[in-house]
């Protein structure tokens, strides 16, 4: 099975771009939905988050996200900390995941997916770009977010220039349209490859 890594910035479109890779027929795993069940579900995982950050992190056998974020989005090392315990159990997940689907190969979508890993157990990965601009305007629209907020969030991740240099391949999202075929060529292209 192969398995290709799909990432962007904030506002480039990823969830937009999966949606029609969907429509293709093509399985996508959507890693940052999936690290918020294995946070809640995984029994190793929920005893190391415990174990690093204390009982605090679960109430009622829930996540306590609220209680978490304060602990990790002002402290780096901690950020990083938690990171670590969470990116394997996600990356192992994936694996089982993508062996178990049928079709010619499988999607995973996520923002870090140079960071965390992710990349390392892929086959091919895809950065979805924008301008800047429409990906700042995207991203207040969907979120209800301010510029600055926004701004202040593409700050810590990587650019758009970034990725596409790290990435084998980009889709610029700019309209439906051209992403659509972008989209079709490259899943015709891969189909190619593998018959």
């Known amino acids: 099975m192969i398995k290709v890594g799909l990432c962007g910035t904030i506002g480039s479109g990823k969830s937009t ?3 029609m890779f969907e ?4 399985a996508t795993y959507i890693a940052d939905d999936r690290a918020k069940e ?6 190793a995982l929920i ?14 056998g829930e996540l306590n996200r609220k209680y978490l ?11 990083l900390q938690l990171n670590s315990l969470v990116h394997p159990v996600v990356c192992r997940h994936f694996c089982e995941w993508a062996d178990a689907q049928s079709g010619d190969y499988v999607i995973v979508e996520s ?9 390392d157990v892929v086959d091919y990965t895809v950065a979805v770009v924008a301008p800047a601009d429409v ?4 991203a207040m629209a969907r979120d209800g977010a301010t510029r600055e907020a926004v701004l202040s969030r ?8 970034q990725l596409q240099s790290r990435a084998d391949f980009t889709i610029e999202n700019i309209s439906l349209q051209s992403t659509k075929a972008q989209v079709a060529d490259f899943d015709r292209a891969l189909r190619d490859e593998i018959s």
Do not use: H, P, W
Request: with cysteine; glycine share 6%; proline share 0%.
């Open 17 to 19: 771009v999966c949606r």
């Open 23 to 26: 429509q293709l027929g093509v």
């Open 38 to 43: 294995l946070m809640n579900c995984d029994k």
């Open 154 to 161: 593409m700050a810590v991740q990587m650019s758009a220039e």
């Open 135 to 138: 990906a700042i305007e995207r």
């Open 69 to 79: 974020a304060s602990q990790i989005f002002t402290d780096d090392s901690k950020r």
């Open 111 to 119: 923002a870090i997916l140079f960071e965390s890993g992710l990349k």
């Open 47 to 60: 005893e190391s988050i415990v174990a690093a950050f204390g009982s605090e992190c679960y109430l009622n």
